[in-house]
């Protein structure tokens, strides 16, 4: 799964909803453990290559998806980024839907800086990242997506997404081959 060179100063690694109560959940085919270190390597190559860094977390809008009480107390919210991840001068963005793009100030964020590709992980490969996958595309970008640095609900739909939807509109890859693709430019 070669990926031609990620120019870091055109490049931004876009983390969608490595979160403390998504991460909590069964995934598949890539333990959420995997899914944040992996998304955890590309975060630190891209800081070092002076690559742009997002990330994205859902809140739910007032009224909308609230936490409800199903016996023993209140579910917990979703909450902040994963400790791994902590924002280190990052962009960071906050979603109420599905995708990061709607609503948000991703898109002037990133055409601040100069980025015209994005590389997507983070949870979960056929709602959040393929939505913003999809948003990305439609906006103009080149898109790439890493598979071992996502995952899904079960690990049928990850795969539909991968092998079906994704690569119509992006580069489908690997951790390695992406971080290989970007020190290369550096």
Request: proline content about 9%.
């Given at each position: 799964?070669?990926?031609?060179?990620?120019?870091?100063?055109?490049?931004?690694?876009?983390?969608?909803?490595?979160?403390?109560?998504?991460?909590?959940?069964?995934?598949?085919?890539?333990?959420?453990?995997?899914?944040?270190?992996?998304?955890?390597?590309?975060?630190?190559?891209?800081?070092?290559?002076?690559?742009?860094?997002?990330?994205?977390?859902?809140?739910?809008?007032?009224?909308?998806?609230?936490?409800?009480?199903?016996?023993?107390?209140?579910?917990?919210?979703?909450?902040?980024?994963?400790?791994?991840?902590?924002?280190?001068?990052?962009?960071?963005?906050?979603?109420?839907?599905?995708?990061?793009?709607?609503?948000?100030?991703?898109?002037a964020g990133l055409r601040a800086r100069g980025v015209d590709t994005v590389v997507l992980a983070g949870l979960t490969t056929n709602l959040g990242v393929e939505s913003t996958a999809r948003a990305a595309h439609e906006h103009g970008y080149a898109v790439v997506v890493v598979e071992d640095a996502m995952s899904s609900l079960d690990a049928a739909m990850h795969e539909f997404a991968v092998g079906r939807v994704l690569p119509l509109l992006a580069r489908v890859t690997t951790t390695t081959a992406a971080i290989t693709a970007l020190t290369a430019s550096a």
């Open positions: 799964m070669p990926v031609p060179s990620l120019a870091p100063g055109r490049t931004a690694l876009v983390v969608v909803d490595l979160q403390r109560g998504l991460v909590g959940r069964d995934v598949a085919p890539h333990p959420a453990d995997t899914v944040i270190e992996n998304a955890l390597q590309l975060a630190e190559a891209f800081r070092a290559a002076g690559g742009t860094v997002v990330l994205v977390r859902t809140e739910p809008r007032e009224g909308a998806g609230q936490p409800v009480d199903v016996g023993g107390g209140p579910q917990p919210t979703m909450g902040d980024v994963v400790d791994e991840l902590r924002p280190l001068g990052d962009l960071t963005v906050v979603k109420h839907t599905w995708g990061a793009f709607h609503g948000t100030g991703l898109d």
